[in-house]
């Protein structure tokens, strides 16, 4: 019986369970967070101090919010914090306190480190494993255990992953009091864009923009067939913009569209399908990419904006596809839009609230016209507080102010423990040259052909990738498989929206599919099927990686209008003839037969050489002719 609720606590499929603190306790919770926030806000502008101990704090501060919100299991006490959880809090500010007082002393004495020093960096480390195990799950707890140890026993290995091994001392050091570890890159980016830009997103839902998403998407597409599902392709679109979580998508969208999909006509399955898909697609949607952008750029060396503007077209391709497959099944079962008067007014929803999309372009703006994100973010938070103030229905009162403080914190706490956690990968292979390893192998099995690298880095991305949140996802899919892909000659850009989208698409692919379970909650329907479905739906997410690899135009390198246009049209019609395989309908409902020369067209309309394609548009071409042909008899013997 033990086992047992100990195997449910740690399961990766569970939805991971949160604490609502109230009375005194809520209060310090409370004050904790506000407190978290303004630091924040004070170390991203004003403050000036080393990156180690700004990182530090935000570990430190981030992982004693995580002990009182997470539960140790699914049946430890919701309504306060247990003791054990205090102690662990209290070891987190300890752990960031001791390192912000003995650090100058470190750099003074060419860090050689005094036993205190070390006792104190392994209750970090320990305790940095626990808040990943109750905040991110236990697949990347596992996988960032499994790497530390491989730092250490690297001997015992088989064939190429042997190594000489470090002891311990030099792994603690390098883990655990430099940056090139739990305090390294990944956790510096945690620290200054992505908590800004988290905080930014809070300050957006507490003027209740999610709403005007919702009330928008339905004015725009509701009155369309299908348009509660075209609804949750485009409000999950919009918010992924400000939130970078593909579960917190379909928990806020989902739980509007996904009984209006229902009502309409659309299976409780496809329903959660069509948000899961969509969902997943918000993290890669520019400007935040789930947070990926700012970490890529700093793992490349790029400017934001590059990584911003290259995912732009993907994107669009992305959500064409999941709204393709939306409308066919909207006419194969003769579905019809939503009645008028039950559709909010354009002009009256534009009239409320519309002015919140100030803010969203005007930090698009910023981005694009070369201001740094972290500049970008505070700005755009002090927009988003003088433009609500325009309006009595978005206008935030102290509560709220306070509200959007603490909810920031809150939302960070899981993505900081992810990206400090993942600095074991990132130092493991950093210590060993295990990236180097991978890359070798994946050349000696593919033989020199880049098709089958990409093949085997596909694999690895998705299997790395499943039951990870987006940011660790990429770090790690970044770690250890874009390596690989440079290695083939593939453009550094391209190799890494490769191992991000992959790795982003474990969250639909089964059998860890954990966007498509979250769905399918909501939806009343089995898991499985949500996921197998919603796979279908997002299936141009497993195709366009491929395209980037061989045409990375559509990632603007090299850019080009003309090769540009080509390869985007070129895709969106493939995308298009997979869309009819899958559902079985355009003009008319098709047959089997007719499915498979759809789907086959499809494949050669999106194969990745270019020079096959003129052949593939003229097979394209003459699928469309029979099934044109086919149908008019269908509808003359009908």
Known sequence: MALNSLLKAISPFEQIPTRSLTGRIGLFALCLTVATSLVHCWMNTFGVMMTIKMNAIHLGTLMAVTFLLYPAFPGSPRERPSIPDWILAGLSLFGMAYLLLVYNRLLDSNMEPLFMDLAVSVMTMAVLTEASRRSIGLPLTILSVIFLAYTRFGPY?????????????????????????????TLTVSASYVFMFILFGSFLAATKTSEFFNDFAMALAGR?????????????????????????????TGAFTIPLMKRIGYKDYFAGAVEAAASTGGIFMPPIMGASAFIMSSFLGLPYTTIMLAGFAPAFLYYLGIMFMVDLRAK????????????????????????????LAFIMYMLIAGYTPLYSAMMGLLAIIVVSSLKKSTRMNFRAFINALDDGAKSSAPVAVSCAVVGFIVGAVGMTGLGQVIAMNIMRFSGGHLWIASVLCMVASLVLGMGLPSTACYIVTATIAAPAMQTMGVHPLAAHFFAFYFGTMSGVVPPVALTSFTAAGLAGAKPTKVAIVGLALASSGLILPFLFVYNPVLLLIDFSWSLFLFDFAIAALGIFALSVAFIGIWRSVTPMWERVLFFASGVALVNPVRDMRFGAIAAFAAVVALHWIMTRRRVRHA
């Open 157 to 185: 290995f088989p064939g190429l992953f042997a190594h000489r091994g470090f002891n311990w001392e030099r792994i603690i050091v390098r883990m655990a009091l430099t940056d090139e570890g739990i305090y390294g890159t």
């Open 332 to 359: 194969k079962v003769g579905m019809k839009g939503l009645p008028k008067s039950e559709l909010p007014s354009l002009r009256a929803t534009m009239k409320d609230k519309g002015h919140m999309l100030f803010p």
């Open 224 to 252: 369309f067939r299908g348009g509660p599902a075209k609804v949750s392709v485009v409000a999950s679109g919009l918010m992924g913009t400000i939130s970078g979580s593909a579960q917190a998508n379909v928990a806020t």
